[in-house]
């Protein structure tokens, strides 16, 4: 480890004692072999560390609460109310799914009476395509392969 790295882990997890083991081991490896981290981890435990822990816990006096209180009010008042979306009451449920339903099977048989969307045309189509690639059924005219005269 380098003394930048050390320093930024000292002022970090290091000193909160989040560091895993083997970390923390290897910063203490570096602060005993580098005078300048070990000057440096003495003066943040003086400077910062100990002040901080020594400091007592201070309750601010009671106007300052009633003022967040009565300020968080006056924000719920005056903030924009949001659109909620709503949902179907279990009365208008029914209906509509059954209206999703009876749509549903019109549209799926004016499909079917159309020819559109069937499964067995399609796979007509296909087999057409992959039988004109092999050249059967197809005249090529000089012209090349079988998917030249396709897309010729």
């Given at each position: 480890?380098?003394?930048?790295?050390?320093?930024?882990?000292?002022?970090?997890?290091?000193?909160?004692?989040?560091?895993?083991?083997?970390?923390?081991?290897?910063?203490?490896?570096?602060?005993?072999?580098?005078?300048?981290?070990?000057?440096?981890?003495?003066?943040?435990?003086?400077?910062?560390?100990?002040?901080?822990?020594?400091?007592?816990?201070?309750?601010?006096?009671?106007?300052?609460?009633?003022?967040?209180?009565?300020?968080?009010?006056?924000?719920?008042?005056?903030?924009?109310?949001?659109?909620?979306?709503?949902?179907?009451?279990?009365?208008?449920?029914?209906?509509?799914?059954?209206?999703?339903?009876?749509?549903?099977?019109?549209?799926?048989?004016?499909?079917?009476?159309?020819?559109?969307?069937?499964?067995?045309?399609?796979?007509?189509?296909?087999?057409?395509?992959?039988?004109?690639?092999?050249?059967?059924?197809?005249?090529?005219?000089?012209?090349?392969?079988?998917?030249?005269?396709f897309l010729l």
């Amino acid at each position: 480890m380098n003394c930048a790295n050390v320093r930024d882990l000292l002022m970090t997890d290091y000193t909160d004692g989040e560091l895993k083991d083997k970390t923390a081991g290897k910063v203490r490896e570096h602060i005993a072999t580098c005078p300048k981290c070990k000057e440096f981890e003495e003066a943040l435990k003086n400077n910062v560390i100990s002040p901080l822990k020594s400091a007592g816990r201070k309750k601010p006096p009671d106007f300052i609460w009633e003022r967040i209180k009565s300020r968080i009010i006056t924000e719920r008042e005056t903030a924009p109310r949001k659109a909620s979306l709503r949902i179907l009451k279990p009365v208008f449920a029914v209906p509509v799914v059954a209206v999703a339903v009876f749509t549903l099977i019109v549209i799926t048989h004016f499909y079917r009476a159309a020819g559109i969307g069937t499964v067995d045309s399609y796979m007509e189509e296909q087999a057409s395509f992959i039988a004109n690639l092999d050249g059967v059924g197809t005249e090529t005219n000089g012209l090349g392969t079988s998917i030249e005269e396709f897309l010729l």
